[in-house]
């Protein structure tokens, strides 16, 4: 899931009143992007559904998604934007339940509306991206990575590079990257990804792995920062984690060894790390040489 969803939704529901707009983004933008749309006027929730999505909030971060669906079905809406949030809930809900047909069908409804407020439309869109990517649809990914880029008109994303980098390893493609980020940037896609991470002030987290491992990573996924976190008003977490490489580069065998906070950070980091993947190489055995008890830790900064 988009790692700012449930932090934007947190930080905004339990704001009363509401905009008045009769027309979409893309009517009053042409280019529709993002710096254009953050010009609008905002759309913010009322107080009674404000509260029922912060209760479904909590529930989709404890993994409680069945009591998230439920709760948002039965929330009576009076406005469009009230209606793309509680849409782009739903698909959140769906996607960790593995519905991914609802999943989409929610998000797009969602990025649909002529009320959905700059980051949330943003944010929706990587959502999408990533609800595609676990329907394996790769040719609509290509389609919505290009229009996305269009939109932020941001080339140095790591959340997206990361996601492109996993399309183009199921897809065996080296060219794919280049493909999409052709025309967008000056710079080629590692010298892109390399950059964000070096210069970038806004990230959350940071990750180092132990000295004499072999094994290098191909792709990192950002980690979530959790929403009790936010709510508990933690501002930095550490989490050190040990795992073992399959043949793929996968990790697996993941486990903590040491936390602080205790448990708050500890779901999050596991979820990324499943999603990175080293270059690896196999010995005579076919073993992943360097690929066992691997040590990395992780830490997270509420910027």
Not at 5 to 29: K, N
Not at 96 to 112: D, G, H, T, Y
Not at 233 to 247: A, H
Request: net charge neutral.
């Amino acid at each position: 899931m988009n790692k700012k969803l449930l932090a934007t939704l947190a930080l905004s529901v339990m704001t009363s009143g509401c905009g008045i707009t009769t027309q979409a983004p893309s009517e009053i933008c042409q280019p529709l992007t993002f710096q254009c749309h953050a010009g609008l006027k905002k759309h913010y929730l009322n107080k009674k559904v404000g509260l029922n999505t912060v209760e479904a909030l909590m529930y989709i971060s404890e993994g409680q998604n069945e009591k998230a669906i439920t709760l948002l079905s039965s929330i009576e809406t009076s406005d469009a934007y009230e209606q793309a949030t509680i849409q782009r809930l739903l698909a959140a809900a769906y996607l960790q339940e593995e519905q991914f047909s609802q999943a989409l069908n929610s998000i797009q409804q969602s990025l649909s509306s002529a009320k959905i407020n700059a980051n949330e439309f943003k944010d929706s869109s990587l959502l999408e991206l990533e609800i595609l990517f676990r329907l394996g649809d790769y040719n609509d990914i290509k389609v919505k990575a290009a229009q996305y880029l269009a939109y932020t008109e941001q080339r140095q994303d790591s959340k997206l590079f990361s996601l492109l980098s996993l399309v183009a390893e199921q897809q065996q493609s080296d060219d794919l990257l280049k493909e999409i980020y052709n025309g967008y940037s000056d710079l080629s896609p590692d010298e892109a990804f390399t950059s964000y991470l070096q210069k970038s002030p806004s990230k959350k987290f940071v990750a180092s792995t132990s000295s004499g491992q072999k094994p290098r990573v191909k792709v990192r996924m950002e980690p979530k920062y959790p929403l009790n976190a936010i709510k508990k008003r933690i501002d930095k977490g550490q989490v050190t984690y040990t795992f073992d490489l399959n043949s793929e580069g996968k990790p697996t065998n993941i486990k903590v060894v040491e936390s602080n906070p205790k448990k708050i950070f500890d779901k999050s980091g596991i979820e990324a790390l499943e999603n990175w993947r080293y270059f690896v190489s196999l010995d005579g055995n076919n073993e992943v040489v360097g690929g066992k008890g691997i040590e990395v830790t992780l830490e997270w900064l509420l910027l």
